[in-house]
């Protein structure tokens, strides 16, 4: 099942493992702003606002759904600016520095080193640049979403050897997704 992206008003996803299809449009800002609320009541480095804004750009940007964006972040860091993964990811959707220094480079957002990915914004923004290239390169969620995860060139080593990811990883961003825009229970798991 994929999750078709664009800027389209209106698609139809799959959420693939959980095996639910539902009908969902773009969420308006406010819809964005109460899930985010919900998620992460009191921010520190940034306000509410200023990640809605940035939300609001990575949708026309990239046509990726805030919500979609937001439950990776939430999955990568449980939405922690100063988070750090044990292969060294930084920020809220858990980023590898190299990773994150080319993408900019290349997209044209600002980068001061490493410590960029420590502001919640930026780290939106080449994250949400990054998972939109992966979904173009692979062309289906659960594919675009375990590359996010396990990185491109692991997943295409997979692939060639006749394998399919897991899926775990896109179950549960799909279930952090599935909760923000349905207002069930978010998830009680720990970040990996």
Known sequence: MTLEYGRVGFHWFAVGILGVFAQVAFAETSDVETALVRMAPAL????????????????????????????????????????????????????RPFVAEDVARRRGIPWRGPASLYDPVTNLRIGAAYLAELFRDFGEQQLALAAYNMGPTALRRLLRQGRRPRGRYAQSVLAIYAAIAGAGELPDEKPR
Do not use: C, F
């Not at 937001?70 to 988070?83: D, G, K, P, Q």
């Open 44 to 95: 520190r480095e940034v306000t509410h606002e200023e990640v809605v804004s940035a939300l609001t750009e990575i949708e026309a940007e990239h046509g990726l759904d805030p919500l979609l964006v937001l439950s990776v972040a939430y999955h990568e860091s449980r939405l922690r600016a100063r988070a750090r993964g044990p292969s060294g990811a930084l920020g809220w959707m858990q980023v």
